[in-house]
């Protein structure tokens, strides 16, 4: 495959490197615990807490227990913060543990749903005419930029935020036009990452389509039978690479490409020729000027629902032949806007302690895609480059390029 | 390279289009204003709703079969948008076209009554047809299919300075060798439910009109409606300056952040439109206008066309591009004490420069400023 370069005699771009990040999730609080986890290929999808799911045809998802989530850092009550917030919070305090400098001109973050929770309790107080004395409140916090907001101000910090809600493909949207703002030299530091708290409306609504399953999730499995829904936030400190050098900043990695690329073919599902992921992840390796052979791994979007990796896997086949995937939502569920910043984690790891994820509950080769699958246990293997893929609905496909960078 | 506005669509309760809208307003029309009501609750509120002949000739696309009302909005403002500039500056290719739709409530009525099934009667009765629609970023999809876009589209949700934040989101764009055109959609759909969660915060009034700048404020009434702006290399208002803002995290606080936007912004030769709207905004603004830009022209179409939240504060870029486009401002009604400030008096003005103020109800201020070549 021909090698993409089309700086045309243009000044290089300004290089993008990760300085620190933080991550909550099913997977674990922290870096390290997410990494044991992975490493020990652990299934953290577990019976659904958070509200009554008997009606549902699913009945688990991957969460964060609320005993490992902080307390609200500032004056206000824990209470009247939204779960979300203590999410982000949580990612931060250990992003700013790496790197206490670290002062952001401006924070990029994806959602899906904000403080949807709260939005259910006054609908629900709306309905049985009592328990209206907190509304104000639910509906103070509700809107998505709140929680990030807030959790923005426990660390004093007051830089605009962009809340991109490109559904499913939030996070990676985030990152990427974060890697955009700072890579046009327009900006030198950026917050960016996704965040998502499950909730009864969104969990209901993936059980209404059916595409979650009330089995395991099997994404790229012959029996796959859908998803299961995730929590969690994932944030990353992004910078210019020259100037993190300069003051010394810890290096973890840098994001190399990004490819964004809308599909119109349906408002829920992909068009089945891949054209859309096709596309994102094309632009993503144009915009890295590499190649499809330079990228060693793939985390892919890899729901487990039919057609979504149908169309994922038959775009990875045809551009990329054997190169190895997995989809790590198989072990800690489908967190919708934190999905992308937090499997952008997961191929962080993975380039700094050499290894490839594993994608679990994997038993049958589906005969249509002709896959190299990380199947059920992770290991060891030289890698460089590591392409993440999140796509959603509204047909929104986004793609990242990561690769490893010397300290 | 100067970023310039090619083309712009407003659906609005004075109606669709740029010019019959602005027409209206410098007329002194204001939208009308009706009861809206809910089987959940005895409590009647009042809203700006968009009038029904002024979605009548949107294209019969199998995407709008089903789409709620702000997806309408949006389709309508987006093509009149892009039509415009085609006919101002030449062809646009929508494979080099990123979108950017802003919202703060976002798909309110189908949210609702998806949701509403599930209090009711439990989640076997959840709808798979109506769930889609609750997304954020439905209207942005239902969006780039009609208009065939393939490239980048991204929803942004926040308060009401959202449109702001929008416009610095478009900019950056702009400067990807892969997108030559930025479409930036705004909209909103009025609900019971909405009027009755910001009447439950404290901002709303129950009925018109909305008087700006009344100290204690009165409270304001909520709209709906589309806007778009369609932005490019060549156009007849130039984008000058954004200034993504910051948060503010008390009320109080807002005018602090509202003045050091305003103190980048200001320019004797801008008049402003402020987004008071009735709440702590008006004095938010006052504060900031009386410190920054003391003596400078400022208007806010509220009480005319009412607050339309997250499509505000690009229907604020509209109204500046429109004041420099036709060198007068609307008269400000309803105004019953005096704030000291400058308001237009409906006659000609001399502003080559529009500052577009936006503080929002969640946190959020922003601005930019437009100039025209006069």
Wanted: glycine share 10%.
């Amino acid at each position: 495959m021909a090698r993409f370069n089309d700086l045309n005699g243009k000044t290089p771009p300004a290089r993008v490197a990760v300085v620190a990040t933080g991550v909550i999730s099913p997977l674990g609080c922290g870096l390290d615990e997410t990494l044991a986890s992975l490493r020990s290929n652990k299934d953290c999808v577990s019976p659904v807490t958070q509200f009554d799911v008997q009606k549902c045809r699913c009945k688990t998802a991957g969460q964060v227990p609320d005993d490992r989530l902080p307390p609200n850092r500032n004056s206000r009550k824990t209470a009247r913060v939204h779960r979300a917030t203590r999410m982000i919070v949580a990612a931060l305090e250990e992003l700013f543990k790496q790197d206490p400098e670290f002062k952001p001109e401006l924070t990029v973050i994806g959602t899906t749903s904000g403080g949807m929770s709260f939005g259910q309790d006054y609908y629900r107080a709306l309905h049985r005419h009592r328990g209206l004395r907190h509304s104000p409140r639910w509906i103070a916090n509700y809107l998505p930029q709140k929680p990030v907001i807030d959790a923005q101000s426990a660390f004093q910090i007051s830089a605009p935020c962009q809340i991109i809600a490109n559904a499913c493909a939030s996070g990676t949207n985030a990152i990427g036009h974060a890697f955009e703002c700072v890579r046009s030299g327009k900006y030198q530091r950026v917050l960016t990452g996704g965040y998502d708290a499950i909730s009864e409306l969104v969990f209901v609504g993936f059980d209404s389509l059916q595409a979650s399953t009330p089995e395991k999730c099997r994404p790229f499995d012959h029996n796959r039978s859908g998803m299961v829904l995730g929590e969690g936030a994932a944030i990353f400190a992004l910078e210019d690479l020259e100037s993190a050098r300069k003051r010394g900043a810890r290096l973890l990695g840098e994001i190399v490409g990004y490819g964004i690329s809308t599909d119109n073919h349906h408002l829920t599902q992909p068009d089945p020729s891949g054209s859309g992921p096709r596309r994102a992840m094309e632009q993503a390796l144009r915009s890295a000027n590499r190649s499809a052979e330079d990228v060693d791994y793939i985390n892919a979007h890899g729901t487990a629902t039919t057609f979504n990796d149908a169309a994922e896997g038959k775009a990875i086949a045809e551009l990329f032949g054997g190169v190895p995937i997995s989809s790590t939502k198989s072990m800690m569920g489908h967190s919708l806007g934190a999905a992308g910043a937090i499997e952008a984690i997961v191929c962080l790891l993975a380039l700094q302690t050499q290894f490839l994820p594993p994608n679990i509950n994997f038993r049958s080769a589906d005969q249509g895609l002709d896959l190299n699958i990380v199947a059920n246990e992770s290991r060891d293997a030289k890698i460089d480059i590591v392409l993440s893929n999140s796509f959603g609905f509204g047909g929104t496909n986004a793609s990242i390029l990561i690769q490893k960078l010397a300290a | 390279m100067s970023l310039r506005i090619a083309g712009m669509g407003w659906v609005t309760p004075l109606g669709r289009g740029i010019n019959p809208v602005w027409s209206r307003l410098l007329r002194g029309d204001e939208g009308g204003v009706t009861p809206i009501s809910d089987a959940i609750s005895d409590k009647t509120y009042s809203a700006f709703r968009v009038p029904a002949e002024a979605l009548k000739d949107l294209p019969p696309h199998p995407r709008l079969r089903r789409a709620s009302a702000i997806s309408r909005f949006a389709a309508a403002a987006g093509i009149d948008a892009l039509a415009e500039a085609r006919s101002a500056v030449g062809d646009i290719d929508t494979d080099r076209m990123a979108l950017i739709f802003a919202v703060s409530n976002g798909g309110v009525v189908y949210t609702k009554r998806f949701y509403h099934n599930v209090v009711e009667t439990g989640a076997q009765s959840a709808s798979p047809l109506l769930f889609p629609e609750t997304v954020f970023n439905a209207p942005a999809s239902h969006l780039a299919a009609i208009l065939g876009i393939t490239g980048a589209s991204y929803t942004l949700v926040g308060d009401g300075a959202v449109g702001v934040l929008a416009m610095k989101m478009a900019s950056d764009l702009l400067d990807n060798d892969t997108v030559d055109s930025c479409l930036v959609v705004a909209a909103e759909e009025a609900d019971w439910l909405l009027c009755d969660a910001y009447h439950k915060w404290r901002l709303l009034k129950s009925e018109p009109p909305i008087e700006l700048f009344h100290q204690p404020p009165r409270g304001m009434i909520l709209s709906e409606g589309g806007g778009a702006v369609l932005l490019a290399r060549q156009g007849e208002v130039q984008i000058d300056t954004i200034d993504a803002g910051a948060n503010f995290s008390k009320r109080d606080a807002a005018s602090e952040i509202v003045g050091r936007i305003l103190h980048g912004l200001a320019d004797e030769e801008a008049c402003i439109v402020a987004s008071a709207n009735g709440t702590f905004v008006d004095l938010a603004e006052q504060k900031a206008i009386e410190r920054e830009l003391p003596g400078g022209l400022v208007y806010s179409f509220k009480p005319a066309l009412g607050e339309s939240v997250g499509a505000a504060a690009l229907w604020q870029v509209i109204a500046g591009a429109q004041a420099l486009r036709t060198g007068r401002l609307p008269k400000m009604p309803h105004l019953a004490q005096d704030p000291g400030l400058n308001f237009p008096t409906g006659d000609e003005i001399s502003c080559s420069k529009a500052i577009i103020l936006s503080c929002g109800l969640n946190q959020q201020a922003a601005g930019l400023r437009l100039r025209i070549d006069l």
